[in-house]
């Protein structure tokens, strides 16, 4: 059963795409933007993200077991906020 989470985005978060996608990057996450899709991964985690207005709504389709829902929502929300 995937893990879901949501993250409340900045405003801005679309005209910021450039430093989330540099952010993501900087975690060893490849990501792919259609829209309010993203699609990520890395590290053998899976995942997409779909946002709603700020809400972004974070699905985990595949993750390692030892690593942990936790660990990965704190890396995801911190690219998603553009936090290096």
């Not at 989330?20 to 997409?48: L, M, P, Q």
């Not at 990965?72 to 690219?79: R, S």
């Amino acid at each position: 059963m995937p893990d879901i989470f949501t993250v409340t985005l900045p405003s801005n978060w679309e005209s910021r795409w450039p430093e989330i996608e540099a952010a993501a990057h900087k975690y060893n996450f490849s990501v792919e933007r259609k829209g309010d899709e993203i699609a990520f991964s890395g590290y053998g985690i899976i995942g997409d993200i779909r946002v709603d207005g700020t809400t972004a709504h974070v699905t985990i389709d595949k993750k390692p077991f030892f690593l942990s829902t936790a660990y990965i929502a704190d890396k995801v929300e911190n690219f998603l906020k553009g936090q290096r």
